[in-house]
């Protein structure tokens, strides 16, 4: 007998969905795709790879471990139409909804029929209710349409493009087949450095908080959580972008000089690391105001999507204008 089959962003809701009784095999999806790169290739398991070594290397997870979940993953999905339905239950987050155009997209260019597959769609996040509530969001499933799919497919290959001009592009279309797709983008613009500072608006609030109101590690995380409309990032990440505001050539913040990127993971260490007394430096003070900048003075180097950010290659977003430049 067929089965349905729930994919989902992680394993907080797939056990939340498994306790409900709602389905009967659960793939939480567990891709932190707003960090590290997300190039083209030219399949799944090609990017797969990528990603696996990604989140290795970061010492996020596992190399073994994380490369078999994530050829089992893929093994999943391209025998999903074996299941009676495919069930997608995603946030309105920025997490969420790059984790859907992902899979919409794998689905999309899958050949045959796909009345199987379904969306839910939640406006509140899945982990944060109870096997009681969740629920509630049956009442939005959806069979998967066709301008959900064609939209999907378009945002992804923008996002994996090497320049962000496309992702751009997309905020002049129609986006509401994907409602929550419009302030997922406007967010991940604003993770490019500021033209004036050269920070992303992570790294803004981080200054603010520090140099406001906000001096121990532990609690840093949680009000920047508060600031944002959405919020996408989880700690891990958060404490990277940290770390790389102290561990840098012209440092922002102090008091996190005797801790390594990866070195707060044992429990001793990670407690000491989390009631450390943050300070903003001189120069992170001038960053914030913009009279420096970051970006320049620190040769910073990452990946946004399929776009690398670097000081030879510096996109960046003007908030105000709502305007991407290249500088």
């Not at 969905?17 to 083209?40: N, Q, T």
């Not at 044992?266 to 690391?273: I, L, N, P, S």
């Amino acid at each position: 007998m067929k089965q349905e089959l729930i994919i989902t962003n992680g394993d907080s809701a797939a056990d939340l969905l498994k306790e409900a009784k709602i389905g009967d095999h659960w793939l939480p999806w567990r891709d932190v795709l707003h960090e590290g790169p997300v190039p083209f290739t030219d399949d799944l398991s090609s990017l797969s790879l990528i990603r696996s070594k990604y989140l290795a290397d970061k010492g996020w997870a596992d190399s073994e471990q994380v490369g078999d979940d994530f050829k089992q993953r893929d093994d999943l999905v391209k025998d999903a139409s074996r299941y009676e339905n495919v069930v997608l239950w995603f946030e309105h987050d920025l997490y969420d909804q790059l984790q859907l155009i992902q899979i919409l997209d794998f689905f999309a260019s899958c050949s045959g029929k796909k009345d199987y597959l379904y969306l839910v769609q939640a406006d509140d996040f899945l982990g944060h209710q109870t096997p009681q509530t969740i629920g509630r969001f049956l009442e939005r499933k959806r069979q998967v349409a066709p301008e959900q799919f064609k939209l999907a497919q378009e945002a992804w290959l923008a996002f994996r493009q090497s320049t962000p001009e496309s992702i751009v592009a997309l905020l002049g279309k129609d986006l509401s087949a994907l409602p929550f797709l419009k302030p997922s983008v406007q967010r991940m613009l604003e993770e490019l450095p500021s033209i004036s500072s050269g920070i992303s608006r992570t790294e803004k609030q981080i200054l603010t908080l520090v140099d406001e109101s906000v001096s121990e590690t532990r609690k840093l995380f949680h009000a920047s959580q508060e600031m944002e409309e959405a919020p996408f990032m989880g700690d891990w990440s958060f404490f990277d972008r940290l770390m790389g505001l102290s561990h840098c050539k012209e440092p922002l913040v102090s008091g996190l000089e005797n801790f390594s990127l990866n070195g707060y993971k044992d429990e001793k260490t990670r407690r000491a690391f989390l009631t450390t007394k943050l300070k903003l430096t001189e120069f992170g003070k001038a960053v914030r105001l913009g009279t420096e900048n970051h970006a320049r003075q620190n040769d910073i180097h990452f990946w946004w999507g399929g776009t690398e950010i670097s000081a030879t290659n510096l996109w960046c977003w003007d908030s105000g204008k709502r305007q991407l430049i290249f500088s």
